[in-house]
């Protein structure tokens, strides 16, 4: 038998969001703090573009998305990387990165990733 153990910070931090979304159901496509609703974001889609296909010259956000293409899997710290370098670097909207997360769940190895992302998105 497999033991599996599960850290509380990470049960708690995946039960607080299981909760946010659960109770305030809005929030699903809406920034949490009304303070953050109107940010200006960039819809530049060459530079999305340039995102999905994993060419925005930095080697480990690269190395991430390419990943997703190859495996269709992300790593956890990847994510992190990868979600921070989206909105916070090139000022692209989460919501967007969040297609792109949830395709990254649901893809088998060597999934669609790619069609995806740029045929539905871009």
């Given at each position: 038998?497999t033991k ?113 992302a740029v045929?539905s998105i871009?």
């Amino acid at each position: 038998m497999t033991k599996v153990y599960i850290s509380a910070s990470g049960f708690l931090s995946s039960n607080f969001y299981f909760v946010i979304k659960h109770y305030f159901p809005e929030l699903q496509n809406l920034e949490f703090q009304e303070k953050r609703r109107d940010i200006p974001w960039s819809d530049d889609q060459v530079i999305f573009r340039a995102f999905v296909e994993g060419r925005t010259g930095y080697p480990i956000v690269d190395a991430a998305i390419r990943q997703v293409h190859v495996e269709g899997y992300m790593h956890n710290r990847a994510r992190l990387i990868v979600a921070s370098f989206l909105t916070k670097d090139l000022f692209i909207d989460w919501r967007l990165g969040g297609l792109l997360q949830g395709a990254s769940y649901r893809l088998p190895r060597g999934g669609k990733f790619r069609q995806l992302a740029v045929g539905s998105i871009c």
